[in-house]
């Protein structure tokens, strides 16, 4: 009987304002906040109108914008800047409840407050791709340490198997995952050793479209030979980076590296 699976590894997360985290899982509330807070906080500014200056109530918007934008949704970050710089012509500048601007220096304001709300959102938005391309090599190293370790601690192969593919399906947002001790066919779509993932022979836009096809090939490789492909079926439309894709190899080749090391009869040729 095979042993018993590993105990779970705590996973590694990125550690940033967790009401970030949840906005950027629901892109729809983002876009409703996007237009429902300038124009709230123009009414509260309604209150104040006088007391401060129209750069002050300018800024203001700004860092309304930031707020939005620090979701990581550079559309949203776009659409409230604009929201926020029509709120603050409707409210907050003479003749007031109208668009027209008779000062020049309204229309100035105006035109250098959306600039700036839309190269902040640009900026945030990519600070929080960043973030999470971090997070996510962390967690990719977390994965690999844990497999070394266990190779390392002579654990069986067939062990190691079962915890490679339990990565796997974790790591691709696969709906199955499956070994098996053939060579690749080499058709359809596979995974470079590079990561790069090739659909006859073009190169997919994982990153943007997902895996491709039904089934995606993952050779497994060891010793100088191939020791078996994994059988991918993805989750359609899921978006997987390239840093993720070359994860997968790693576990892949370490999982190779297992099974060289305990000859087989039937083992396929490279």
């Known amino acids: 009987m095979p042993p018993d699976p590993p105990p779970a590894r705590p ?4 550690r ?3 009401g970030i985290t949840s906005l950027s899982r629901r892109p729809w509330l983002i876009w409703a906040l996007g237009v429902v807070v300038p124009v709230a906080t123009a009414l509260v500014l309604v209150l104040g109108r006088g007391h401060l200056s129209a750069a002050n109530d300018a800024l203001i918007f700004v860092v309304v914008t930031v707020v939005i934008a620090s979701s990581g949704n550079r559309g949203a ?6 929201v926020s710089a029509a709120a603050f012509d409707f409210f907050l500048t003479r003749p007031y409840q109208s668009f027209r601007i008779h000062h020049q220096a309204d229309l100035t304001t105006e035109l250098l407050f959306v600039l700036v709300g839309l190269l902040v959102g640009e900026l945030a938005a990519r600070g929080h791709r960043y973030r999470t391309a971090a997070a996510e090599g962390r967690h990719g190293l977390a994965r ?8 390392v601690d002579g654990e069986d192969p067939e062990f190691v198997l079962m915890s490679v593919a339990t990565q796997l399906r974790e790591l691709l947002i ?3 995952c499956r070994f098996v001790r053939e060579s690749p066919t080499g058709k359809g779509a596979w995974i470079e050793t590079d990561g790069t993932v090739r659909l006859n022979p073009l190169r997919w836009p994982a990153s943007s479209a997902g895996l491709p096809t039904r089934q995606v090939e993952l050779p497994v490789r060891g010793g100088g030979e191939v020791q078996g492909t994994f059988i991918l079926t ?6 997987i980076s390239n840093e993720r894709c070359v994860v997968a190899v790693a576990l892949a080749d370490q999982l190779g590296a297992a099974l060289a090391a305990q000859p087989s009869p039937g083992r396929p040729d490279s």
């Not at 970050?77 to 604009?82: D, H, K, R, V």
């Not at 690999?144 to 190779?151: K, L, S």
């Not at 993805?234 to 978006?239: F, G, I």
């Open 16 to 18: 940033w304002w967790p």
């Open 174 to 176: 696969l709906q199955d």
């Open 234 to 239: 993805p989750t359609p439309a899921k978006p």
């Open 144 to 151: 690999i340490h844990g497999v070394a370790e266990q190779i």
């Open 77 to 82: 970050a776009a659409m409230t800047a604009l």
């Open 11 to 14: 996973a590694v997360r990125a």
